[in-house]
């Protein structure tokens, strides 16, 4: 049987250890607070018993899936894995500290991915002796039911690296896109601008939130609205990620509208904090 080992039980964590073990991989689920692997584990058995009810899964099945999945505090029960994800806090120094680490721990050959959604997967192979085997995975949230895994081919990723990774993605009947290291890959780099635009919109005016998302959601059959998207994301995460772009790769084209720095001095987060560009 194969194992992976998925690091950082939070939102996107769990999601992932979710799929893995759904497609009969053993998973290590590893995180540094107690705390996050019980709520992980406790929204990985919720989000099962949802794929019962709604019949897309036999009811047999979440005790059998929950029992792959093996919560652990340490990085060392990465170890025996045939690919690793990395999925902790977008915090470069903490990935760069986590990638350092697993470079000693996890057998040669093990696919070193990481989750990030803007930093350089470049910059975190060059952390490892192997950088040929780091690669990004990027999943979307929600990760049990988006089709989408981003794959970013690093400076150093090897062919071989890439080529399972994309086996990987649609063993667990993913769909995967290959796409290469630069700030933003491809997703953030059309989501993010569509977004600040639609703030810049409502800063200037043109129209209420409320009115920029019917436009987007009537006139360009969005789902979803953009800035309601923001205070899904985050609103904070949002500016992150521009900044990011911003300065990796200088054009001014990515300046963060004024309007979203100051939400995010003020504390509207969007969802998490209660209030964004609407109330929750
Ligand atoms: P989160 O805050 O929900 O979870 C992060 C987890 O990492 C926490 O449980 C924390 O305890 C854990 N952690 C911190 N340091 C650790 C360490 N040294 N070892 C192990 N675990 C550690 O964050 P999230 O939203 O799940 O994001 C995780 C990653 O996924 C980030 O890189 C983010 O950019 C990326 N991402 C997020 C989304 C999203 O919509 N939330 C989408 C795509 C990608």
């Known amino acids: 049987m194969s194992k992976a080992a998925v690091i950082g039980a939070g939102t996107m964590g769990n999601g992932i250890a979710h799929v893995f073990a759904q497609q009969g991989w053993e998973v290590a689920l590893i995180d540094v607070s107690a705390e996050a692997l019980e709520k992980g584990l406790a929204t990985i058995r919720s989000n099962l018993d949802r794929q019962v009810k709604k019949g897309s899964l036999a009811a047999d099945q979440p005790a059998l899936i929950l029992g792959r999945i093996q919560a652990d505090r340490q990085l060392e029960a990465a170890a025996g894995a045939e690919i690793v994800v990395e999925a902790a806090t977008e915090r470069p120094t ?10 000693g721990t996890c057998g040669s050959g093990t696919i070193l991915a990481s989750n990030t959604s803007s930093i350089s ?35 150093a990723t090897s062919d071989a690296t890439v080529q399972q990774t994309l086996a990987v993605a649609r063993a667990l009947g993913k769909t995967p896109v290959e796409v290469n290291d630069y700030p933003g890959f491809v997703a ?93």
């Open 94 to 103: 903490l990935k760069f500290e986590i990638f350092r680490a697993l470079d």
């Open 121 to 155: 997967i470049t910059e975190i192979a060059a952390q490892t002796r192997c950088p040929e085997l780091v690669i990004g995975m990027h999943f979307m949230n929600p990760v049990p039911v988006m089709q989408l895994v981003e794959v970013i081919r690093g400076h």
């Open 188 to 280: 953030n780099r059309v989501l993010l601008p569509m977004i600040n635009e639609a703030i810049f919109a409502v800063m200037e005016g043109v129209a209420t939130p409320e009115a920029v998302d019917t436009v987007m959601k009537l006139g360009m059959a969005h789902p979803m609205g953009p800035l309601a998207l923001a205070d899904f994301i985050g609103l904070d995460v949002c500016l992150a990620i521009l900044e990011v772009m911003h300065q990796g790769l200088g054009d001014p084209k990515y300046r963060p509208c004024p309007l979203l720095r100051k939400m995010v001095a003020a504390g509207e987060l969007g969802r998490k904090s209660g209030k964004g560009f609407y109330r929750y």
